[in-house]
């Protein structure tokens, strides 16, 4: 019988489909189990990386179901974002619609996989029964405080029109379009993520389930530093200035004040300045530019305010300046400037003829001339009845001083700032607040959620397109009646992905978020599946969303996913031509682009993308190799967290292996259909070796899916497939027979969670009683996974002269002895000496002669 995945595919799709096969429920008496991959955007067609992800776990989730756990395996749409709006600018076409389009048409590609899915559980986070919750969400972390709006420097991509969370800035790129990204003062909505900063990061410790490389990449975006905050005077005002420094014990060292243009001071420094419209010009040059441009800009800019601060513990003044370097977004905004013991601070000094004096030397009698920064540690010169003392030592009892003195204290800080989640954008969730001029700011009643988003918007104008819909903004306030004017931000697309997994609980849930019952069952996730590239976004805020709900007392776990498996992406080689740039494989023809017919340059293997044309679409292999195939290459190509090479002669390869798989079995109906029973034991030789095979792979492979290895795994189904080959020649008698029987049976358990289609009907084909979708995964015993026999290597005097086979239970004495009597041994030894004979127990026999 031949293999023709087109005659069977889509009837077991639609058969389990009728027959709810993956539909969960928590009233089931088994052990629970989780397994969740990141969300798709909507974009219109699934990619090879979808495949990739999906198939991973598809085939985790279907493992834990045969292995006898409640699986629950669900999929949504992270339906709202910036490419719906633009293809409605681009097509003049509404994002609600091009948004359901997509939808329809992944979710019809994601069923033709064959993906386990219990589509009941669907979300769509751009549905207003969705996005309410978040919205009284929204209002209860303002009520508590962890919501707030404040005028801000935000990061500004002027390509999307829209402000960008810190971490959605990457390399001073817009994450999205990589456009550059400038700064912006605007009045911005914000979560109070620092709350939980200290949390966040002590939980890094815990999550023994997650790679090390993203728990270091969550590490340093927090960012913890452990130093002193210390309050500077200004000279002649009632202001003062507050720092945070890691290195107090430089403090005597401090000669000059640095403030970032954004700093509040740095504007109100400058009011009775006779050069204050030359100071704002300069903050107004500086905040146009990008963070990384002045990080990494070697001109070090300053401009004097005029005003000078007192250092606390010298007394002496030190000069204000404005610098260019100095950040809002780290520490307080302002620097002690310490010219000797940093290197930055030194070039400004140099530049603005500003003391530098050295409180640091490295060792207590090292000399106290310094020609440029130390930024080390050592011992205190010049810094009163400090001096001599350790850096260490110094930087406790130098804070110990400023407390006593009230200018002062031990703090801890973190990089991490606070997540602007305003977006001024029009497919979002509408930020649920009304602005009345009597009662300022005030949140939605309840009662009046979900804030819909408006359907007759125009998307031909240039900023926010909700702020033109005026029946949308003009409103009345809901505590007084008067005239009133509605939020027109949106929230950032990041804040639907920080709950999606806790709404599949209970997706139709209408009192509420989700129900708390169905959610303290589920949760936490046992398996997420995702890519790296959100260590430091979703990941994080998923994070903290799940403190910020228990603290709220909706759910009772401190994390939300057990296990985290970063998968690697898909890559292909690119091809390029000079004059037409990227091309697609039909652009080239013996090795020239067809368009100018110049050679063709053989660019780098890189992760598929659209711009280089190096992509290749799902589902022309589906039609050509079928889904089994597809998802047997992207499991088989390469371990789960390493990047897949494509390979045409790869996808090919599957194929005829799957063939194979089918037209053993088949070939073999006849037995499956006797009333030969399954083997229990293995009775003769060639039962045995067939017991070997089937106990071994079961082993190798169970193993190795635990491990998410499903590389080796597929592997070991192939040796055992060429095994069988072999072995179906030697059916002599009812033992052998039965043996192989159970080795088929088990042959199609094991391919059921990779290649589930045709597992599935050559189950049926074999008159096997319900669905291979719901059977036990086959267990192994470990007498029967050894060889009798074993090989060993036999060394003289350091090299391996042969390999000799000998019963599993051979004394030491037998097989040297054995050794000695090879044909391949003898010429080295004879009429030498034996000096030495070590035995490596079943490995390895050392022979020395002289």
Request: charge should be negative.
């Amino acid at each position: 019988m031949k293999y023709n995945f087109a005659d069977f595919e889509e009837k077991w799709q639609k058969i389990w489909e009728e027959n709810k096969i993956f539909r969960a429920s928590s009233s089931s008496s088994l052990k629970k189990y989780y397994c969740l991959e990141m969300f798709p955007y909507p974009s219109g067609n699934i990619h090879m990386g979808h495949v990739r992800n999906y198939a991973i776990g598809d085939v985790i989730s279907r493992h834990k179901m045969m292995c006898g756990f409640n699986v629950i395996h669900p999929i949504g749409w992270d339906a709202f974002g910036l490419p719906a709006e633009n293809a409605a600018k681009q097509n003049n076409r509404h994002p609600a619609e091009w948004t359901r389009e997509n939808i329809k048409k992944m979710r019809h590609q994601l069923k033709r996989m064959g993906l386990s899915y219990d589509w009941s559980r669907e979300v769509a986070t751009c549905l207003p029964e969705y996005y309410r919750w978040e919205q009284q969400l929204f209002i209860k972390m303002w009520e508590k405080g962890l919501a707030y709006k404040k005028r801000s420097g935000v990061n500004w991509c002027e390509s999307c029109g829209t402000v960008l969370a810190n971490e959605q800035v990457e390399d001073g790129k817009c994450w999205r379009c990589s456009s550059d990204v400038v700064q912006k003062e605007l009045e911005q909505w914000f979560f109070k993520i620092t709350e939980y900063a200290g949390e966040l990061l002590d939980c890094t410790y815990t999550l023994l389930g997650w790679s090390e490389n993203v728990l270091a990449m969550q590490r340093n975006w927090i960012g913890e530093s452990s130093g002193a905050e210390i309050t500077f005077d200004i000279l002649g005002t009632d202001e003062k200035i507050t720092v945070f420094s890691t290195r107090p014990d430089t403090l005597y060292g401090a000669t000059f004040m640095l403030l970032a243009p954004e700093h509040p001071l740095a504007d109100k420094l400058l009011e009775d300045s006779p050069q204050r419209e030359e100071g704002l010009a300069f903050i107004k040059s500086i905040t146009g530019e990008s963070k990384e441009a002045r990080m990494e800009d070697k001109q070090k800019k300053g401009f004097f305010t005029g005003r000078n601060c007192i250092n606390p513990v010298t007394y002496e003044q030190m000069p204000i300046y404005i610098a260019n370097y100095v950040l809002m977004d780290y520490g307080t905004g302002a620097v002690m400037a310490v010219p000797a013991h940093d290197e930055r601070d030194f070039d400004f000094a140099k530049k603005y003829e500003l003391p530098i004096v050295q409180v640091i030397q490295p060792k207590e009698d090292s000399p106290e001339d310094i020609t440029e920064a130390y930024a080390g540690e050592g011992f205190l010169i010049q810094s009163d009845t400090f001096d001599g003392m350790s850096s260490k030592n110094a930087r406790s009892a130098i804070v110990n001083l400023l407390e006593k003195q009230g200018s002062g204290k031990k703090s801890v800080t973190y990089r991490l700032r606070d997540w602007g989640v305003s977006r001024q954008r029009y497919w979002g969730t509408p930020v649920p607040f009304i602005y009345c001029g009597k009662c300022g700011a005030v949140p939605v009643p309840d009662k009046d959620l979900p804030v819909l988003l408006p359907e007759n918007v125009k998307f031909d104008t240039h900023g926010n397109p909700l702020d033109s819909v005026q029946e949308f903004v003009n409103t009345v306030c809901p505590k007084c009646g008067d005239p009133a004017r509605r939020e027109t931000d949106t929230m950032d697309t990041f804040v639907e992905s920080s709950w999606y997994f806790l709404r599949y609980c209970s997706p139709q849930y209408d009192k509420g978020m989700f129900d708390e019952t169905e959610v303290n069952y589920w949760m936490p996730v046992d398996q997420y599946i995702g890519g790296v590239e959100h260590a430091v976004m979703h990941l994080l805020y998923a994070r903290f969303f799940t403190k910020v709900l228990r603290d709220m007392g909706y759910i009772n776990i401190d994390e939300p996913f057990d296990n985290l498996l970063t998968q690697g992406m898909v890559c292909k080689e690119t091809q390029r031509c000079h004059t037409h740039g990227w091309l697609n494989p039909s652009e080239v023809k013996d090795g020239n682009c067809v368009h100018c017919q110049t050679p063709v340059i053989a660019g780098r293997t890189e992760k598929m993308s659209k711009s280089k044309k190096n992509v290749v679409d799902p589902d022309d292999l589906i039609k050509t190799f079928g889904a089994d195939t597809l998802r047997l290459f992207s499991l088989f190509a390469a371990p789960p967290d390493k990047e897949i090479d494509w390979s045409e002669s790869g996808v090919e390869g599957c194929y005829r292996f799957i063939s194979r798989v089918f037209r053993l079995v088949t070939d073999h109906l006849d037995l499956l259909k006797s009333d030969i029973p399954e083997a229990d034991v293995p009775q003769g030789e060639v039962s045995t070796e067939i017991f070997l095979y089937i106990h071994a792979t079961v082993k190798k492979t169970t193993t190795d899916i635990e491990r998410f290895q499903f590389n080796t795994a597929v592997a070991a189904i192939m040796e055992f497939v060429n095994s069988l080959y072999i072995l179906q020649d030697k059916l002599t008698d009812t033992a052998t027979k039965s043996a192989f029987k159970s080795a088929l049976i088990t042959l199609m358990r094991l391919c059921a969670p990779f290649t589930p289609h045709v597992a599935e009907e050559l189950w049926s084909l074999a008159s096997m009683h319900g669905f291979i979708s719901c059977e036990g995964w086959p267990t192994y015993k470990e007498e029967y996974t050894l060889h009798n026999n074993i090989t060993i290597a036999v060394q003289i005097n350091g090299k391996i002269r042969a390999k000799i086979t000998v019963p599993r239970n051979c004394s030491e004495q037998e097989v040297i002895e054995k050794s000695l009597a090879d044909e391949k041994v003898v010429p080295y030894t004879k009429g030498r000496i034996l000096t030495k004979k070590i035995y490596v127990h079943g490995k390895l026999v050392s022979i020395v002669v002289k």
